[in-house]
Structures are given as C-alpha cells and as structure tokens.
C-alpha cells in the first residue's frame, strides 16, 4: 500500500488515533513537517496519520521555487525549448493547445512536429509557434533529431492519432530523445504507442506519463497485466512496473508517482477546478508540464530539496491547469472551451508560482 499522507483542504483527517485534528492545527502541523519535505519530511509524517495518498501543498511550495527568475541578461530560449509532436489530419487542436500552453506557463519557444496536413491549421492558429510539417515524411526521425540539440524537452502525442507510419516516427524520435537525455511528457495518442511498446520509456527517470481514465487502464492492462484500479497504489504500481517513470493519471483527483518515493508515496492533486470537462484540458496540462520540467531538472538538488523533478513539475502542471479552467469556469459556465483556459493560463501562473 502506498504509504504517505493525505492533506486535504477539508477539516476532517482520520490520525492513527481516529481523532480528527482541526483544519488550522493540521495545516500549521503539517506546514512544518512540509517544510521538511523529501526523506525527512516521510519520516517526521509516517508516524502522523494512516498511510493514504498526499496531497502535498508544500511541493507547491517548492514547485514555485523552481521557476527562474525573469532577468535583464537573459537571452530567448534560456526559460524553455519545448517541442510538441503531433497533429494530424483529424486533431490540430490538442497540439495548439500544448505548444500555446508551453508558452503561455513562461517557455520561450514552443516548436510543433506535425503531419504536413495538419500544418497550416496550426500555423493559422497562432503565429508564435514554430510549426515544422515532417512528421508524415519518409525521412521524419531525421528532420526532428537534428532539431533535439537545440530543445529542452518533448512533449509527445498531442493529436497525434494512431496512423502507424506517425507512430513508427514518433518510436524512433522517442529513442533519439533518450538517447540524448532530453526530458519527454508522453501523452494522448503517444500513450498509445508506450501502451505497446512499453520498453520505450521503461526505466527513464526523465519522461512523465499524462494518462487520463481511458489512457490509465489501457496502460495498465498492457504493462501489468490488470486494467483494473484506480487508487494511488495503481498508479504507483505502473510507475514502479515501468522501472521508476513518473505517472500522472488525470481525473477528478489528479495521482502522481515515480513508484520510488520511500515510502512510496502517491501524491494528490484535488485543487478545485472545471466543472466542465471539455476537450483539450489535458494537452493544456501536458504542454505547461513541459516547460516546468524543464526547470524542475534544471534548478538542482537544493531547490527541489531532494525529492524527485518530475514529480514537482507534475504538481505544479496540475495545479495550474486547474487554477485555469476554474477562472475560464467562473467566467463562461457550461460554454467554457478550452481556449478560454488558455486565455487564464497567465492569470492562474502568476496566482500559483508569482504573487
Ligand atoms: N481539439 C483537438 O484537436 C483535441 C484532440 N484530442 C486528441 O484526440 C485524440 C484522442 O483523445 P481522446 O481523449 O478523445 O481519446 P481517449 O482514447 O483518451 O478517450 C476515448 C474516449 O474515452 C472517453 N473518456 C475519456 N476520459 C474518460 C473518463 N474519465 N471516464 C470515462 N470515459 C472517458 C471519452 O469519451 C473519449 O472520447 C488524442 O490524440 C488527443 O490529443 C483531444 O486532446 C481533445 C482535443
Ligand atoms: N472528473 C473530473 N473532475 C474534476 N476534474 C477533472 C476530472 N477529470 C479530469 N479533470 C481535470 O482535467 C484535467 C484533464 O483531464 P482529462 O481527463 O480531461 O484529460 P484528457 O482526456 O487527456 O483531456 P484532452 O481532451 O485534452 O485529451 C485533469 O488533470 C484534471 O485536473
Ligand atoms: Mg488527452
């Protein structure tokens, strides 16, 4: 069973004792013991309160100090170099939404690798991406790994679809990417191709897996064989079966683990979000994890104070993709798209990680 805590915004919180601890007690209480974090905070915690899931508002904390600081002498594309793979004939949207996202959360530069149909809608939607039309191409693999020297991380999948000349590219530049150590969020239709070729990412500490209910259980059935459960320990399990890769299963809760967190522990994401559940919140979601994991492995040990990069980015993704859907929520109701949550991204980052 994983074990951790669960910090929930709510008053009510089983201890071993059975007790419940007041609200303000418990956040002070555990504001310390956050503070701790990584290791030592594990230790201070594990005798608190029953083994259930985290949510670990003080990894918000350090998530915040994982940004870097907006500077004079800085030249474009220190903050970020994100790439999006994917987009095809039928989705041009999921790949706009993660590319604009990457931008929007402070990348600098947010490049699109996309089948040449899907190019020039793409390109129409926004003039700030860089949109190269060769992922159909016969010579695809190449075309995108003489661009990895000069990106920080992928972030594949985005309506990609399931055409398998796409997918036998995105194989091969999912291998060029780690074998040049280059970060990778895999989402969406690239969660496909892991669910069936797992080995791609099995053991890579630098990719993070973004499935949502579907995604989830199809990995599940395909890496341990059982496509059932949905609970914390599930999510650490696929972690830990896929040797140690960070696993974010979107849903009403958000579960984040690398499957290696002593005490295994799975953390929780429940800020209040959408009530709407339109499409594109995920590929919002995985193109800002892009950019925050890029600088979560780049701020070193003594900003993320020893706990795992991935799994702070992850946080942070979460809670910012949530603080953007509710301010588009409180705004549009039912008609709230996912181009209004774009439109809230700066808003919700400079509420979470600046103000
Ligand atoms: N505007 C666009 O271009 C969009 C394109 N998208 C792309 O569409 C492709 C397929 O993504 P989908 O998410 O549709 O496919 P999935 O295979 O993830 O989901 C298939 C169906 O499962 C159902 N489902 C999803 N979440 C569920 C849940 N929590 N509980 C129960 N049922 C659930 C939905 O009806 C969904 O259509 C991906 O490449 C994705 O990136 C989506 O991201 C949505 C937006
Ligand atoms: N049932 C839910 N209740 C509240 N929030 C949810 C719920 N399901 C998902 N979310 C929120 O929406 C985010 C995206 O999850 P979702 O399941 O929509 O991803 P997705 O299906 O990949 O989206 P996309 O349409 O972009 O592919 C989650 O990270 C979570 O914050
Ligand atoms: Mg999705």
Redesign the pocket.
Same mark, same amino acid.
């Given at each position: 069973m994983a074990a951790a805590v669960r910090v929930s915004r709510c008053a009510r919180l089983p201890g071993k004792r059975g007790g419940v601890l007041g609200a303000a007690a418990l956040v002070a209480l555990l504001a310390a013991a956050l503070a701790l974090w990584g290791p030592p905070l594990d230790a201070a915690l594990a005798g608190l309160v029953s083994a259930r899931t985290a949510t670990m508002d003080g990894a918000l904390r350090l998530a915040r100090g994982l940004v870097p600081p907006l500077a004079a002498g800085s030249h474009k594309g220190r903050d970020g170099r994100v790439a999006v793979v994917?987009g095809c004939r039928?989705?041009? =949207? @999921?790949p706009y939404?993660a590319a604009i996202s990457a931008l929007k959360a402070g990348a600098d530069l947010a490049h699109v690798f996309c089948a040449r149909e899907a190019a020039p809608a793409i390109k129409a939607y926004s003039p700030e991406l860089i949109v190269h039309p060769v992922l159909d191409s016969p010579g695809a693999v190449g075309e995108v790994e003489k661009w990895l020297p000069r990106l920080h991380v992928l972030v594949v $999948?985005? $309506?990609? =679809?399931r055409d398998e000349q796409l997918l036998a590219s995105v194989k091969g530049i999912l291998e060029a990417a780690r074998a040049r150590d280059l970060p990778v969020v895999i !989402? @969406? !239709?690239g969660l496909?191709l892991v669910a069936r070729q797992p080995d791609l990412v099995r053991g890579y500490a630098k990719a993070v897996l973004t499935p949502?209910?579907?995604?989830f259980r199809r990995l599940r059935e395909a890496v341990v064989r059982d496509d059932g459960g949905e609970d914390g320990e599930a999510v650490r399990g696929l972690s830990e079966a896929l040797g140690g890769v960070t696993v974010l299963r979107k $849903?009403e809760r958000d579960l984040v683990s690398d499957g290696r967190q002593a005490p295994s522990a799975v953390l929780v994401c429940d800020q209040e979000g959408s009530l709407r559940r339109c =499409? =594109?919140q $995920? !590929?919002i979601l995985a193109g800002s994890l892009g950019v925050l994991l890029h600088w979560a492995l780049l701020a070193g040990p003594q900003k993320t104070n020893g706990s795992s990069p991935p799994l702070l980015a992850a946080l942070g993704a979460c809670a910012l993709t949530r603080r953007c859907s509710l301010r588009a929520f409180q705004k549009h109701g039912r008609a709230t798209t @996912?181009s209004d949550m774009v439109a809230e991204l700066g808003p919700a980052f400079h509420e979470l990680f600046e103000s």
């Open positions: 994917g039928e989705y041009t =949207g @999921a939404f $999948g985005p $309506g990609l =679809g !989402d @969406a !239709d496909w949502n209910h579907v995604e $849903g =499409g =594109g $995920g !590929d @996912a």
